[in-house]
């Protein structure tokens, strides 16, 4: 297979950084970016003799998204790029109604809007080609809700929704979008997310069961994969000529799913049971 010319958001740590290496090291040329500058040295320092280069570019800042569209377009001589892998992101923990409206609009700045921007600047050159892949990092929360989690995931329900119009939209074009659902992966997003349970829960009455996040994550911690389960779906999707629409990351978090396929008031019932949250938190108020 030709090398592929690869733009990967949010590089600088975790998924991203992984898929980075791992591509470059496969013999692909890799534009890896992100915002922090010293985490982007390390990173091109760790990468020293493999085709990959790093460039700044926080998804949340336009001027940032046209300097690096300029150098790429400069390194590349116009060519562009074959695939856009859209990686940025963060998630967030905490009652749905506790977390204010700044940071609601905050997480969906970066997962969503911040997504669409990067996508606007770097498809127009591949729909000229006629060829090149979008690949939206979206998450097995972009299928299923899940309490405590609820504004992190309708931000992935948003970009499953936006990937699922624009796979029509740009298939004329030769431009093939994919989403990829990992599903609890090892990296710093627990930590990040993590950041503002405390704001969004202390004080409010969802307190209590805010408590019991730390044990269920635990839980969910035993079971995690680390980012290479990702970057080899990645790998796959960029070396088949005709990828799916979805992939899930690592497969067997597709279980994770039949969730979808029972009686909503049982699935509620499922997750209330495995989150711990079985609990009336009003004296007059049955939680079944
Ligand atoms: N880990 C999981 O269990 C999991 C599961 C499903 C989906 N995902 C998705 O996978 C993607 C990668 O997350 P991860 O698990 O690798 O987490 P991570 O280790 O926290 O990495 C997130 C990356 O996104 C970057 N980023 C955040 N905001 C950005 C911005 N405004 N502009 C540019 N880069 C930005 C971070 O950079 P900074 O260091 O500068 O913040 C970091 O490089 C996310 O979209 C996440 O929603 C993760």
Known sequence: MRQQVVLITGATAGIGRDAALRLARAGHRVFA?????????????????????????????????????????????????????NNAGYGQIGPVLGVSDERVRAQYETNVFGLLSVTRAFTPAMMSRGAGRIINISSVGGRISSPFMGVYTSTKFALESLSDAMRVELAPFGVKVIVVEPGYIRTNFTGTALDSLGAASVGTPWEAMAGRVDSVLARFEATASEPEAVTRVLERIIASSSPRARY??????????AVLWVPTRLADQLIRMAMGLNVAAHPQTSAT
Do not use: H, S
């Open 33 to 85: 970016t992100g915002r922090k500058k010293e985490a982007l040295q390390e990173l091109q320092a760790a990468a020293a003799g493999l085709p990959l280069e790093t460039l700044v570019l926080d998804v949340n800042d336009g001027a940032t998204i046209d300097a690096a569209k300029t150098e790429l377009d400069y390194q590349t001589n116009g060519y562009g790029i074959d695939v856009l892998i």
């Open 248 to 257: 899930i990351a690592p497969w067997w978090n597709v279980f994770g799913l």
